[in-house]
């Protein structure tokens, strides 16, 4: 069966750390990748995506993610992280018209 | 360009009332999806619509739940009698036809509340 998994329900992180969030998928072929972003009370925004190609992808807001294939892995990465990510992310995956989304994880930010 | 809009923003019902959400996607944007997610959960899809067909709805549960989508545009979605496991927020989500590599863009939500 499809599915997305982001094994970390919340991490919390001092204001600029590095931050890694995981996000594993179990799907028929390759599909498109997502990463969003949700703030309180609000919609998602999208962070990234990964269609083909170059397997580390650049978004918004200094985030980068990589796919790897071999581990069935898109995994977010931000080098230094301001008190203003502190939100909700959701990977999901899909092709076409179909998506599927992780549960999420839950981003905290300590001074 | 506008975003999907999406209205109301916040409902706060009692049980067993009836209650309507509206959703406007973005100009152009053949497919709309409504998705429940509850909270700390992520997005579940309740139904899809290519223009006015409905082409997924294997999730929504029919026997409260109804959607319509009228000239392929605005989307209406319906909970008659709303139960109190209910409340969730309610997510439109449209992505331009054509096929491909295409991304969804999200409308804020409706935040459901049942009593």
């Known amino acids: 069966a499809q599915s997305v998994t982001q094994p970390d329900i919340h991490i919390t992180v001092s204001e600029g750390a590095s931050l890694e969030l995981r996000c594993n998928y179990s799907?028929?072929?390759?599909?498109?990748l997502f990463w969003y972003v949700q703030s309180p009370g609000q919609g998602l925004q999208l962070l990234l995506k990964?269609?083909?190609?170059?397997?580390l992808v650049q978004g918004i807001k200094g985030f980068e993610a990589e796919f790897k294939r071999s581990q069935s892995s898109f995994n977010l990465r931000k080098p230094s992280v301001h008190w203003s990510d502190a939100a909700e992310y959701f990977c999901?995956?899909?092709?076409?018209?179909?998506?599927?989304f992780g549960s999420g994880t839950r981003l905290s930010v300590k001074p | 360009e506008a975003g999907v809009v999406q209205s109301p923003r916040y409902k706060i019902i009692e049980k067993k009332q009836p209650v309507a959400f509206w959703c406007n996607p973005i100009?152009?944007?053949?497919?709309l999806y409504w998705y429940r997610q509850n909270l700390g959960q992520g997005p579940e899809l309740l139904i899809r619509?290519?223009?006015?067909?409905?082409?997924?709805d294997s999730q929504l549960p029919k026997d409260r739940f109804s959607a319509e989508r009228l000239k392929g545009v605005d989307s209406t979605l319906k909970i008659q009698p709303a139960e109190l496991g209910d409340s969730a927020v309610y997510l439109c989500?449209?992505?331009?036809?054509?096929?491909?590599?295409?991304?969804?863009?999200f409308g804020p939500g409706t935040r459901l509340t049942v009593l």
């Open positions: 989500a449209s992505i331009p036809g054509g096929g491909g590599k295409r991304e969804q863009f």
């Open positions: 999901a995956v899909g092709e076409q018209s179909t998506f599927i």
């Open positions: 100009s152009g944007h053949n497919t």
């Open positions: 619509y290519e223009n006015e067909e409905a082409v997924d």
């Open positions: 799907y028929g072929a390759t599909p498109y």
């Open positions: 990964y269609f083909s190609g170059d397997t």
